[in-house]
């Protein structure tokens, strides 16, 4: 049974915007922190953003001022609002979910930025 569902990835132009939303099983109880994470192909899977269940927000340098993430503590959900896409954002993204007793991940969604 999948804990963390992801959608919203897909194709989009250089410049363009995508919005990826996680939600996450309600058996997944007290998630300190929320974010996303990605992997492009040949590389490691690194950081985008997290945002904490009181709302404080952590940005890779490379995203800052374009992505935005968001989070519904009474719905277990976060947004990833992208803007400004570019071809170095194309990967495969990942919900990530942080409780005291393990990690959760998504399955992963792509977003290709080409024109």
């Known amino acids: 049974q999948q804990q963390l569902m992801e959608s919203g990835g897909g194709l989009v132009q250089p410049g363009g915007s995508l919005t990826l939303s996680c939600a996450a099983s309600r058996s997944i109880v007290i998630i300190n922190v929320m974010g996303w994470y990605r992997q492009a192909p040949g590389k490691q899977r690194e950081l985008v953003a997290t945002v904490t269940r009181a709302g404080k927000t952590n940005y890779a340098d490379s995203v800052k001022g374009r992505f935005t993430i968001s989070r519904d503590n009474s719905e277990n959900s976060v947004l990833l609002q992208m803007n400004s896409l570019k071809p170095e954002d194309t990967a495969v993204y990942f919900c990530?979910?942080?409780?005291?007793?393990?990690?959760?991940w998504g399955q992963g969604t792509q977003v290709t930025v080409s024109s």
């Open positions: 990530n979910a942080e409780t005291p007793w393990r990690n959760y």
